[in-house]
């Protein structure tokens, strides 16, 4: 799998809206950075996600405006913007930010994203 694939992967997971999925491609030193915390351990990063599908209800997340901004052979970074959309109170929401993304392969030689940081544009 290359990087891109990687990212791909990372996203479908997380449309998935099951913790074990999004897991699979994680780094088990990933660290996050969200506009209102950060998320140091795997346990925070799952309360994370699962705090917002609770919360966004068939949250659907994407990625435009990919840019690849370093490549070799053991890591990848990227930035784009994040879309989300999907029910708040039954009601049709939906919104955009900027995101960072930092791959690195781990002993298995596979990509696992290391580092998410997530904001508001």
Do not use: P
Request: charged share 25%; proline share 0%.
């Amino acid at each position: 799998m290359d990087h891109k694939i990687a990212l791909q992967t990372y996203i479908d997971a997380t449309n998935t809206h099951d913790f074990t999925n999004v897991k699979n491609v994680l780094h088990e030193d990933a660290v996050y950075w969200f506009t209102d915390k950060t998320c140091t351990s795997l346990n925070e990063i799952q309360a994370a996600f699962e705090n917002a599908w609770d919360v966004i209800k068939d949250e659907v997340y994407s990625a435009t405006d990919v840019q690849w901004l370093t490549v070799d052979e053991n890591s990848a970074t990227c930035i784009y913007t994040f879309h989300y959309e999907g029910y708040i109170d039954e009601e049709f929401i939906s919104g955009s930010g900027r995101a960072t993304n930092v791959f690195t392969k781990d002993g298995n030689r596979e990509w696992k994203l290391i580092h998410e940081h997530l904001s508001s544009v």
